[in-house]
DNA sequence: TCCAAGTCAATATG
DNA sequence: CATATTGACTTGGA
């Protein structure tokens, strides 16, 4: 019922487009469920088709600024408390899948590096916060499903398979029998550790590969291009968002309470220290960037590409002959030696890789094998590894060790959120400030800090327009 | 064309 | 069972 209010609330916030300003409880921002109307909730499950569609897109337009790292937690809080899945959640209220409503909880980026789309979700959770009977709904829906699915079940005595032919047919069709139909369907991809080590290690030299290393990985690593170059994408992309949720969670924990953290950072104070960082990652990057610290210390970055163009093999093994000749000569970068260690989840790891490795060589594990490449299924056979390296250990344990090399200081470079737009920031999180991260156990953390940088030294470079790689004075 | 941002959907994990 | 991870696809911009 109400079908007028998604109107009213729109209105009021067009009608003053700068809100902000709310201290502690948002109140005014959008309230009323979403779809105006219509909801059809009975056998519909994606509630987003058109008519919402459209309101949210303009609530979205003339949406102030939300605290997305705010409203996830509390979005979590309401799902919790209340027994309601995640699942239920993102179809019914934000229309998405489970795993994609993981990931904007677990990670949300902040407001301001949101896309009009991505912002969507965000305007429909706060819309559903607001909605005070939001979660007597998703319970109502909660039931039904339940019931719809006991009612299923129960009259479907002996079906073998259940209705759900939805997807059946078109293609492949001849009938029946679910049963032979995998295999040719499409595998998905699963990349062995090893080969996301090396796609890794290949990362951290070369951010952006070019597309002959593109192929070369694939041919060295036996996988698509494509499987490499969506690797490259999501990476990418992926360590991005670490760094937003770090900076967010950093700024929103300094006043937590706890931590007096002396360090009160005046306006754009310029840390020289070294240590910390923090830094976002803006992808603006034409202004500048102070990075600072960066000392290749063990991975150079990328930007010595040096131009001939060399190959670089990821893994030592090497191999395979797969054409290159060109002599890789050092290529490999550092030594990281980190090998994989049982895994027993530890997250101290102390470092002190047991094993062998002997120091002038990286040994890393290798690919699994090379098949020639016959296409039949990929059975792990093992072996040959003609140079393969006698402390290889061949087989490995199985979780992929930590990811720990490099370790770079760390980039640092304030950013300074005042300088980014100046005017509304309302930050209701955190300020893009540079807090501090000081925790250093997280080699993981600071590996992504360092692609990161990679990944920015690209941009700059790029938009410093040709240029060979200038030396950026860090 | 390449890239980034969003997602989906199959798997992994818990 | 639910949630987390992740390769691939889609969309939209230069």
């Known amino acids: 019922m109400s079908s007028s209010e998604s109107v009213k609330s729109l209105t009021e916030l067009v009608q003053q487009p700068c809100p902000a300003i709310e201290t502690s409880k948002d109140g005014k921002q959008h309230e009323s469920s979403e779809p105006p109307a219509s909801e059809s909730q009975s056998t519909t499950p994606l509630p987003l088709s058109g008519h919402s569609a459209l ?6 337009a003339v949406s102030p600024e ?20 995640q699942r239920l959640f993102g179809e019914t209220i934000l229309g998405l899948t489970q795993g994609s409503v993981s990931d904007l909880l677990a990670r949300p980026k902040p407001w301001h590096k949101l896309s ?13 916060l607001n909605d005070p009977n939001n979660v007597e709904k998703l319970m109502d829906m909660k039931r039904m499903e339940k019931k719809a699915y006991m009612k299923r079940r129960h009259s479907s005595v002996s079906d073998s398979q259940p209705c759900e032919p939805s997807s059946a047919g078109i293609d492949y069709s001849q009938g029946a029998s679910p049963q032979p139909q995998h295999q040719l369907k499409k595998p998905r991809v699963v990349l062995a550790p090893e080969e996301k080590e090396a796609l890794k290690r290949a990362y951290q030299q070369k951010p952006y590969p070019s597309p002959k290393t593109i192929e070369e990985l694939a041919t060295q690593l036996n996988l698509k291009t494509s499987t490499v170059i969506n690797w490259f994408h999501n990476y990418r992309s992926r360590i991005r968002r670490e760094l937003f949720i770090e900076e967010i969670q950093a700024g929103s924990q300094s006043q937590a309470g706890s931590s007096d953290s002396p360090s009160a950072r005046s306006s754009r104070a310029v840390h020289s220290s070294e240590g910390d960082s923090c830094d976002g990652v803006d992808t603006e990057g034409p202004p500048e960037e102070k990075q600072s610290g960066l000392e290749a210390d063990e991975y150079s970055n990328a930007t010595t590409k040096s131009q001939g163009g060399q190959a670089e093999s990821v893994f030592e093994a090497g191999e395979a002959a797969s054409q290159d000749a060109r002599s890789s000569e050092k290529t490999e970068s550092f030594h990281l030696g980190m090998e994989n260690l049982e895994d027993t989840d530890d997250e101290g790891r102390l470092k002190a890789p047991r094993q ?26 093992t072996s040959a590894a003609s140079t393969s390296v006698l402390t290889g250990e061949s087989s490995f344990k199985s979780k992929e060790s930590s990811e720990k090399m490099l370790s770079v200081p760390s980039t640092s470079s304030t950013l300074a959120g005042g300088s980014q737009k100046a005017n509304s920031i309302q930050s209701l999180f955190s300020f893009s400030e540079a807090a501090s991260s000081k925790n250093t156990r997280d080699n993981t ?13 690209h941009r700059l470079e790029k938009a410093a327009s ?6 950026w004075e860090f």
């Open 66 to 85: 939300l605290d997305t790292y705010g409203i996830t937690k509390r979005v979590k809080e309401v799902l919790t408390d209340n027994n309601l899945g």
């Open 55 to 60: 309101s949210i897109q303009e609530l979205v």
């Open 445 to 457: 953390l600071r590996k992504k800090k360092a692609a990161n940088l990679n990944n920015i030294i």
């Open 356 to 381: 062998s490795s002997p120091p002038g060589s990286q040994s890393s594990g290798e690919i699994l094998e090379t098949m020639p490449n016959s296409a039949t299924k990929e059975d792990a056979s």
């Open 466 to 471: 040709r240029e060979e790689p200038v030396e």
């Open 116 to 128: 009009l789309k991505g912002r969507e979700p965000f305007v429909r959770m706060q819309l559903w």
